[in-house]
Every structure is written in C-alpha cells, then in structure tokens.
C-alpha cells in the first residue's frame, strides 16, 4: 500500500470515528466560518469542524492533484482542543497520532 493510499485510509478511519462519536455534522458551517485567518479557525469553528470541512477536504484535494502532501502536527492541538471530552475522544486522537505519523513518513 503506498503512502498516499495509507492516508487516504486513515483519513477514512477518522471520519468513522468522528461519525461514531456524533462529531461529524451533515451541515456545514456558517460561509463566514471558511473565512478564518486563524490556525485550525480555532475563532470560527470547533476543532472537529475544522477536521471535517477543511483539513480532510484540503488533504484529499492535494491527493486528487498528486501534490506532495506536507508534514503536519495535529495532535497536540486536538490533544488539546478535546480535552473536555476524554472519555469519548481517545480513539479519535489516537487516529490522528497516527495521522501525523504517516505525514512525515513520505
């Protein structure tokens, strides 16, 4: 499985587990909320909003374009971000450890 592939699927991975916790919205934000200059528009939205509709769509698009996909960190944030929910959120960070892992594996 190549790298890319390997992303895709943990991209996959993380979208179930955020739909498994009721964190995936049908609904996206407010057009305002895409507008952010902010890191992860930690001022327009949550950070599993910013997951869902801009990072995994911006991942993925650069994937379609056969772009290098650049190193990230996510994990601390979200480690973070999600702290008030522990209980119901391990898998989810343990996704996106994960995640960040395969990032700098390229």
Excluded: C, G
Aim: charge should be negative.
């Amino acid at each position: 499985m190549s790298q890319t592939q390997k992303i895709v699927k943990q991209l996959e991975l993380i979208k179930l587990e955020l739909q498994n916790i009721r964190l995936w919205q049908t609904t996206p934000p407010p057009a305002a909320a895409f507008l952010s200059q902010e890191p992860f528009a930690i001022d327009t939205m949550q950070s599993h909003e910013w997951l869902q509709w801009i990072f995994i769509p911006r991942i993925l698009a650069l994937i379609d374009a056969k772009t290098n996909i650049p190193t990230f960190a996510l994990h601390p944030y979200f480690e973070e971000a999600l702290k008030e929910h522990p209980e119901n959120t391990v898998q989810l960070l343990h996704l996106i450890k994960q995640l960040d892992k395969l990032s700098t594996e390229n």
